[in-house]
């Protein structure tokens, strides 16, 4: 068996651009990111490799645990 990656993906735009310029906490970003549906969190992404059948119900809530 290989691995997969779980990522998180945040599209770059003029909010995000102008929210990281100011030095803007994560979770303002993040929150930003989330408003323009261009954003997949880390947690999401391991539910769709789950429903890809790349990884296990097992396996996502190891990592799950290991993200909080």
């Known amino acids: 068996k290989g691995r997969a990656a779980v990522h998180e993906i945040i599209?770059?735009?003029?909010?995000?651009?102008?929210?990281?310029?100011?030095n803007a906490s994560a979770q303002e970003i993040k929150k930003a990111a989330e408003k323009t549906q261009q954003f997949t969190d880390l947690k999401q992404n391991l539910m769709d490799i789950v429903a890809e059948g790349r990884t296990t119900i097992r396996q996502m809530i190891k990592i799950s645990n290991f993200l909080d």
């Open 11 to 22: 599209m770059m735009n003029s909010e995000i651009r102008q929210l990281v310029m100011r």
